[in-house]
Every structure is written in C-alpha cells, then in structure tokens.
C-alpha cells in the first residue's frame, strides 16, 4: 500500500537547486507574505529520495527542513506541505481529530475512514464533516486528559495514490503519508504542539487575529526560527515530564530499589517510555538537568515533595519518591504503559498479512452475529470477512444460487454499493472484497 511514505531507510538519490519558475510555483501555493515568512532568501532545494515504501519522493527542502513534498511518480503539481511547515501554518489543511487509542492502530495502517474522526461529534460539532477529497493534518485527541496533540500526521485522499485499487484501500478514505513515528526520516524526532481541549476549539479564532507584518525576509527568518525553538521547548519539556512520570509509575513502581543514581534513572527507565525509540535531549529542554526539573515538579505539587533527592559528593541519586502524590497517582501514560521485559525478549519469526479494522456500520451489521465484532480494536483478514458474511446470509435466511446471491437491503446500505451491484446477483468473495 502507498502510505507511510518516509519510511527508513531512506536514500537520497540526487538534488538540485529549485528553479526560478517552480520557486514561483511554491510561492502561489503560500502567499508571497507567507512564503517570505517562512523561506525568504534560504536556498532551496529539491530532493529526489528512496524510502522504503516509495522509490521516487520529490522533496522541497529549505535549511535541511522539507518544506512541500509529492509523489516522484506522478506528472502532476500536487505537492503536500509537510508536518514541518505545518506548525507554522496549521490551518494549511483541514483538521481531522481522532482520539489516541485509534491513532495507535492508524499508526500501524495508515488508513482514516469517516468512522475513524470526532469531526461532527461533540465537542467537535462545529469542525468541518470528514471529507476524503481533500488532504487533512491529523490531530490526536487524548480524552483522558482532554488535551489534543498535533498535527502528528498528513492524510491524502487514498484515490489520488498511483496504484489505487479500492481492493487495496476502503472508498471515501485517506492514506496517511507523513506522520510523527519512529520510522518516519524527517519526523521521528519532531516534536508536536499541544493544546487543552478549549484552547485548541479556539485556536482558529486566534489564528485570524494574527496578522503578517511586513518585515524583511532576515528578520521574518529570525521570528520563525524563534517560533520553532519555542516549540521545540516547549513540547521536550513535555516529553521529559510525560516520561519521567510514567517511569516512576509504572517502571520504578516503589521504593524497593531505592537509592538509586538519578543518571541511571533517566537513562535505564525514563527514555525506555520515550515513544518508537525516541532520546530525551536534556539540553533541548528549559532546565538542562535533571535535578532542575524535579526542583520544578516539587516546586508544583500541593502535597509535598514528590520526588527527593540527595547530592553526596557531586553524585546526585534520588533518595525517595511519594508515590501516593496526586501527580504520580493521577498520572495517565500520554505515550502508552512501557514494557518491563522489552529488552529481554526474543524476537519470533513473522509473517505479513493484510488486515482491516472495523468501522461503526460494520459492527453495527455484524455485532449479532459475532459478539466479537463489538471490540472496535479487533482486526479482519479476507477469510475472517469471509465466515461473518456467510453468517449474516445464514441468519437472514439469504439463499446462495449458483454460488451467487442478491444482497439484501442492510447490506446495500452498508456497502453503499453501484445500482448493478444492487439488483445483479454477486459472488461471495466480490461482496468481502467490497466489505
């Protein structure tokens, strides 16, 4: 499948300098005010480079950043901006929201179907409808916290693929192509933005207030470069506090193996919870140690010091935690619980298949077959779809004549299938490849 597009390894196969007439090209696509802002006088160039998945991506790139990106193989304009230039301009795209335990299986498949999206639903009831015509960045919305992080994805219509096939992708989809993962050249270690729920429901009034000055392109470039290493700040803080909670909680656990070298601690079990094998860079955060940001964290916490550390003879170790404190105790793991035993496992052979994940109507048709089809996480092979539709077709008494049959109403609607389709009879396997 055409997705997850910057898969490592990456190979760059040649570059040259943009010309005057695609320069001007980019420029329609922004806005002289907006490309001045972001580009000015940066030399640009265009990459031509070899993932893993894809054999030609043609890459728009400006201080080793990639600013635009399109497909190498397709004689066409369309060129995507990328996650990079979207933290300056987040309302580029469309936003699509999906909540966190989705995006962990989008992450996998790569697919975002109208099933998938908040867009409609509360407290997203005033965003624009899911639309699987139009490019989207993804956001990801974590309703334990009630925060939304992002944009952690692009997602392009699936039918603009060069090899689309709706055997090979749902209809009315999107494709993830680029998106904060391990695997991802240019965006294993970008750091995202994160808003509360209301500030983020608000972020597009506040995005019309701002408004572009006209400046010089040396100056336009220095504001930009500011705005990123804010964002960069400000989201490794996050990182670091996200992480050195979830080691606590749920790698330390307690005071057994108390004291205990605050440097082992960090390097042992807080950058074991760092997403995809992501590093924490203490430097690139405000405190530049350790033990300022526990400092910090204490200085937070209405019960007390939650973490206690010692200094003896310049070793620092961390003498004591208060696990009962609201900060630990309260804590949800934004990143996922960490695996204890991942570094002592063995890695079994595997073998790739292709699997689908339910969508609401699809549990909506099947769930009184199958009281399976209820879970939203469970994922289908082909025979799998198989045996639930000859199970449906059981249950309603629909005949099969000449190894064929006619669908009946339910299953028009959920297929939302062609008028032939409809009133012709059909093979089994042509109805579970249009499930």
């Known amino acids: 499948m055409d997705l997850f597009w910057f898969t490592q390894p990456c190979i760059i196969k040649g570059t040259r300098v943009a010309k005057n007439k695609e320069i001007s090209d980019f420029k329609k696509l922004l806005g002289d005010e907006i490309w001045n802002k972001i580009v ?63 995006w962990k299986l989008i992450e996998k498949n790569g697919i975002i179907t109208k099933e998938d999206v908040f867009n409609g639903e509360k407290p997203f009831e005033n965003y624009p409808p899911f639309d699987h015509t139009k490019t989207a ?47 991802d050249h240019f965006c294993n270690s970008l750091l995202i933005q994160r808003y509360k729920i209301d500030e983020f429901l608000d972020m597009d009034k506040e995005l019309d ?31 670091l506090h996200i992480c050195f909670l979830t080691a606590l909680k749920y790698l330390l656990k307690d005071s057994t193996l108390l004291p205990m070298d605050l440097g082992y601690f960090f390097q042992q079990y807080v950058q074991k919870c760092v997403p995809d094998n992501e590093r924490i860079d203490l430097k690139k955060t405000s405190y530049s140690k350790l033990s300022k940001y526990i400092e910090n964290l204490n200085e937070k916490s209405e019960e007390g010091k939650v973490v206690n550390i010692i200094n003896v003879k310049d070793k620092i170790s961390i003498n004591s935690v208060n696990f009962r404190n609201k900060l630990i105790s309260d804590f949800e793991p934004i990143y996922g619980i960490p695996n204890e035993d991942k570094d002592k496992e063995i890695k079994a052979g595997f073998s790739i298949s292709t699997c689908f994940l339910s ?37 309603n008494n629909i005949q099969i004549e000449n190894e064929k049959i006619v669908i009946d109403e339910n299953l028009k609607q959920f297929l939302e299938a062609k008028p032939h389709i409809q009133t012709t009879p059909q093979t089994v396997k042509s109805i579970v490849t249009l499930i």
């Open 40 to 102: 000015g006088n940066s030399k640009l160039e265009i990459v031509k480079m070899k993932s893993a998945v894809k054999k030609d991506i043609d890459i728009l790139i400006c201080d080793s950043k990639p600013i635009f990106f399109r497909d190498g193989k397709m004689n066409n304009k369309n060129w995507f901006l990328s996650l990079h230039a979207g933290l300056i301009l987040p309302k580029y795209y469309y936003p699509i929201i999906v909540n966190s335990t989705r």
């Open 137 to 183: 960045f993804v956001y990801c919305w974590n309703k334990e916290s009630n925060e939304i992080f992002g944009a952690v994805g692009i997602a392009v219509p699936t039918q603009e693929f060069h090899n689309f096939n709706d055997r090979i992708y749902p209809l009315r989809s999107l494709g993830v192509v680029m998106m904060t993962r391990g695997k």
């Open 209 to 239: 207030k701002v408004q572009i000055d006209d400046v010089s392109n040396e100056s336009s470039n220095n504001e930009t470069e500011n705005k990123l290493e804010n964002i960069t700040i400000k989201d490794e803080n996050e990182k």
């Open 359 to 395: 969508t609401k109507s699809f549990r909506k048709l099947f769930s009184d077959i199958n009281d399976n089809v209820k879970n939203e996480n469970k994922a289908y092979n082909l025979n799998e779809f198989k045996d639930l539709l000859l199970a449906y077709l059981k249950a």
